[in-house]
């Protein structure tokens, strides 16, 4: 059973940076054949999709709120997944998780991938 653990999470004061980690325990997982996100869960919201590569053209992507900030990348010989989080915003605060699926999505606003990790709390706060 494919399972993802993320690491990385902390408190941190507003403009402060943290870098999340995701990688896959059990086995190893083929970045190349998985489409990656990570999601955050704000207090209160839903759980929102942050930054994406996606596995069918090697896209990647972030949602507009993080843009310029946020910056998600792979490490295939590692089987890592990284989210690399700048400049960061009391409204950043939530915990995130890293979510993969085989089958890219049509549109990934609407994405919900099979494979989810427990999360990691991240906390912006001075």
């Known amino acids: 059973q494919l399972q993802l653990v993320e690491s990385g999470g902390g408190s941190v004061q507003p403009g402060g940076s943290l870098r999340l980690s995701c990688t896959s325990s059990?086995?190893?997982?083929?970045?190349?054949?998985?489409?990656v996100g990570w999601f955050r869960r704000a207090p209160g919201k839903n759980r929102d999709l942050v930054a994406w590569?996606?596995?069918?053209?090697?896209?990647?992507g972030v949602a507009d709120d993080v843009r310029g900030r946020f910056t998600m990348f792979k490490d295939n010989a590692k089987n890592t997944v990284y989210l690399d989080m700048n400049s960061l915003k009391s409204e950043d605060t939530g915990v995130y998780y890293c979510?993969?699926?085989?089958?890219?999505?049509?549109?990934?606003?609407?994405?919900?991938?099979?494979?989810w990790g427990q999360g990691t709390q991240v906390t912006v706060s001075s």
């Open positions: 979510a993969v699926d085989r089958i890219p999505p049509i549109r990934f606003a609407t994405w919900r991938p099979d494979h």
């Open positions: 059990g086995w190893a997982l083929d970045l190349d054949s998985f489409s």
């Open positions: 590569i996606n596995s069918r053209d090697g896209t990647r």
